[in-house]
Nanobody, 124 residues
Framework: QVQLVESGGGLVQAGGSLRLSCAAS????????MGWFRQAPGKERDFVGA????????DYGDSVKGRFTISRDNAKNTVYLQMNNLKPEDTAVYTC?????????????????WGQGTQVTVSS
């Protein structure tokens, strides 16, 4: 069982940066692949990025490549999402997720545990 709690969301102007954190409970955090997803009002949940258990493999959604960076610190049971050059279209609730097996996936049904999400609002 893994519990996930996101933090770091807020209001930022276009072009600005935010760093989201996702803290996980449990002693087996390093066994899980981690992902970030986002959902804007009236839209489907989109894949943002994912990182393997070791941090050696990452993947990103096309709309955030080159602007967002996902990383993890297994000693702190935390995964991060550094978001730079934010745009108004990045406004959404951002949620982290964990999947057993340690690999990465862009598909929501590949993940077994989900956080509650944190709101990110980018003003123009």
């Amino acid at each position: 069982q893994v519990q996930l709690v996101e933090s770091g969301g807020g209001l930022v102007q276009a072009g600005g940066s935010l760093r989201l954190s996702c803290a996980a409970s449990g002693r087996t955090f390093s066994r899980y692949g981690m992902g970030w997803f986002r959902q804007a009002p009236g839209k489907e949940r989109d894949f943002v990025g994912a990182i393997s258990w070791s941090g050696g493999t990452t993947d990103y959604g096309d709309s955030v490549k080159g602007r967002f960076t996902i990383s993890r610190d297994n000693a702190k049971n935390t995964v991060y999402l550094q978001m730079n050059n934010l745009k108004p279209e990045d406004t959404a609730v951002y949620t982290c997720a964990a999947r057993s097996g340690g690999g990465i996936s862009e598909y929501t049904d590949a993940y077994h545990y989900w956080g509650q999400g944190t709101q990110v609002t980018v003003s123009s």
